[in-house]
């Protein structure tokens, strides 16, 4: 994910209900701007949500409180804005020649925001994440990557739900548990930890070697979207390392619902367009149980296919409507 990046403005449209407001297209993203800043076909900074930005001169105006300055999507006088478009001049001049799509997040000093992971969940870590066995699980938002979403669409496609709780991945070899991670390190066993508790949940007698990866869910995590009574585990992801493959979503359905007996991700739609517009709206109106926005959605193809970076090929939408905790 790049956390900045240089880009040209594709679009300038008017907007809808203000008119010294105008809305910037960038990649898949749109963007709220005051009207005459930017123009169609200039070359910008361009930076995404769910990143930290630092405190500095030209991000002084998000700046409320003592909290660091969290990019999250904003809705304005009726019309969504996702990121935020700055001039070039931000940058360091050596910097400002970079070709079109560079990373500039670390020059500009840029963060992720990363989400805290609860105390119930946090445990003692026994070491780094197991790569060499599987990916962290992170997806990529559709938004930033228009080749990845024309690539992932030109198959026939699954929409899945994606839940908004804690990124829990174990490992199972010979038969045995070897491994339960949150989403950056591998956590020592322990009974009172939720990573542990989903994974000793898992009927694994019948499994000898795969990775397992999901979303953890439960009291204490995110609010408990699910208002559930105890820790549980949703699967969305299984590689098979005695084949080297993952499985497709009907084979790790049966999966789990055969061999492990848990849950998985429910499917949301197959009857996917080609236009992000369209998944965009799709994922605007998944809903929890309650009926509150959920996080939104994962698109994949339904034959399984790896990416260069070893992670199953797709990508995410959020819910513009989605509030996280």
């Not at 930290?52 to 300055?69: G, Q, T, V, Y």
């Not at 699954?158 to 174990?170: E, Q, V, Y």
């Not at 061999?259 to 992000?276: M, R």
């Not at 109106?285 to 509150?292: A, C, F, T």
Request: charged share 25%; glycine share 8%; hydrophobic share 40%.
């Amino acid at each position: 994910m790049k956390l900045a990046s240089i880009e040209v403005i594709k679009e300038i449209l008017p907007h809808s209900n203000a008119d010294s407001l105008e809305l910037a297209k960038v990649l898949g993203w749109q963007v709220i701007v005051r009207k005459g800043e930017f123009k169609a076909g200039q070359s910008v900074v361009f930076i995404p949500i769910d990143t930290i930005l630092p405190d500095a001169e030209w991000s002084a105006f998000l700046k409320k409180d003592d909290k660091p300055i969290r990019l999250k999507t904003i809705r304005l006088r009726g019309e969504y804005s996702q990121g935020l478009v700055q001039p070039l001049s931000i940058l360091p001049e050596h910097v400002r020649g970079w070709q079109e799509g560079a990373d500039v997040g670390g020059e500009i000093g840029v963060k992720k925001y990363e989400k805290e992971i609860p105390a119930c969940l946090s445990g003692e870590v026994a070491g780094t994440f197991p790569s060499h066995l599987a990916p962290k699980t992170d997806e990529d938002n559709g938004l930033s990557h228009p080749e990845i979403v024309k690539h992932t669409l030109s198959k026939p496609c699954i929409a899945t739900l994606k839940l908004d709780g804690s990124s829990c991945t174990i490992v199972v070899i010979d038969g045995k548990i070897a491994h339960v991670c949150s989403r950056n390190l591998s956590l020592k066993e322990s009974d009172r930890n939720g990573f542990w508790i989903v994974a000793k949940k898992l009927a694994i007698s019948g499994i000898s070697n795969c990775v397992i990866q999901g979303e953890l869910m439960g009291p204490g995590v995110q609010g408990n979207q699910l208002k559930l009574t105890e820790p549980t585990l949703f699967v969305y992801q299984i590689r098979d390392l005695n084949e080297g493959r993952w499985l497709n979503y009907i084979e790790m359905a049966g999966a789990c619902d055969q061999l492990l007996k848990c849950n998985w991700v429910p499917i949301v739609t197959t009857a996917l367009e080609h236009t992000v517009e369209w998944i965009q709206d799709v994922a605007d109106s998944v809903k929890l149980p309650d009926g509150k926005p959920a996080e939104g959605i994962v698109v994949r193809p339904i034959d399984m296919e790896v990416m260069g970076i070893g992670r199953p090929l797709g990508f995410k939408i959020i819910n513009r409507n989605y509030k996280d905790q």
